[in-house]
Each structure stands twice: as structure tokens, then as C-alpha cells.
């Protein structure tokens, strides 16, 4: 029998991709919706096989001499690409996640320091201590809030505190 006296519809509705291949080399009476419907074939299957689906696509089209309306299809297929299984996603997924999560012990322990120093100002120094935290809030730095808090250790007197936000804050 030749493939050529098939009707390419018998072949295009099986679940098997190879017999969906050979229907490019039945019989049909709309060659662009055949070679249309054969690389549609290829949207449930992953990149690699896609890639080798297609190949085999432009192969076989070589043989009815229809590699150049296959070609224009394939190149006009939209990209479809399931970025959930894809390694550089997952990587920047996993990346995000232990971004989030030392954002979040930085965040947690620049709050801690936060309330530390306002304790500790508020123990030793009282209400002019307490007016010293709009400035220690401007503090972005968590080695500086560190740093402030041991200060609050060590100091005598308010204006030594003061001194080290004139010089670090701003």
C-alpha cells in the first residue's frame, strides 16, 4: 500500500506522535491545516521533545516537498515553554526563597535591635534617651545599631550617644 493514498485525517487523530508525523506524507486536502495540526502535536511535550518532533517534522516534509511551508509553520509557532520544570527557574525559585528568608532574619533582628536600644536608652538614660530613637530608627545599618547598642553599654552621658548618631545617621 502506498502512504501517499492514506487519508492523512486517520493519522493526525491518533494519540501516537509518530503516527501524527506520518500524516504529512498521506493524502489531505488542506496541506496548510494538516502541517498546522501536526506541530500542534507538539505542545503537550517537553522542549527536547519538541525539538525532536519538529526535526522528524521537517524531515519527513522533505519527502512531499512541502520543507518550506513546513519550515514558515514551525517558525511562525508560538514559544510555549513550561517554566515550572525548567532548571534556571527552579534555581531562581530556591533563590528567592533563601532571599525571603534572610530578609526576614534581617528584618527580625533589626526590629530585636530596635527594641534592645530603646530599652536600654530608656533604663539608663529615661525620656532624653527615649528622644534619641528618631534618630536611631534612620539607622539602616545593623552593624551600626550593634555597634550604638554596646555604646549604650559603656557610656557615661547622653552626648557621647549623641556624638556616634551625629556621625552614623544621615
Known sequence: MDIREIN??????????????????CRTQDTDGTIKQIIAGAYPMSSNEQDSYL????ILSRLRGLADKTEKE????PVLIDVTNDKLYLEGKL??????KLEGKLEG?????????EGMLDIK??????????FVKEMTSIEKMARFK???????????????????VG
Open 55 to 58: 526535526r522528524k517534522l521537517l
Open 109 to 117: 533582628k533589626y526590629e530585636g535591635l530596635l527594641e534592645g536600644i
Open 125 to 134: 538614660y529615661g525620656a532624653n534617651g527615649l528622644a534619641l530613637m528618631v
Open 8 to 25: 492523512s485525517t486517520e493519522l493526525l487523530e491518533s494519540n501516537d506522535p509518530i503516527d501524527r508525523l506520518l500524516s504529512i506524507l
Open 95 to 100: 533563590e528567592g526563597i533563601l532571599e525571603g
Open 150 to 168: 554596646e555604646l549604650i553599654r559603656r557610656s557615661k552621658t547622653v552626648d557621647e550617644l549623641k556624638e556616634f548618631l551625629k556621625n552614623n
Open 74 to 77: 514551525v517558525k511562525n509557532m
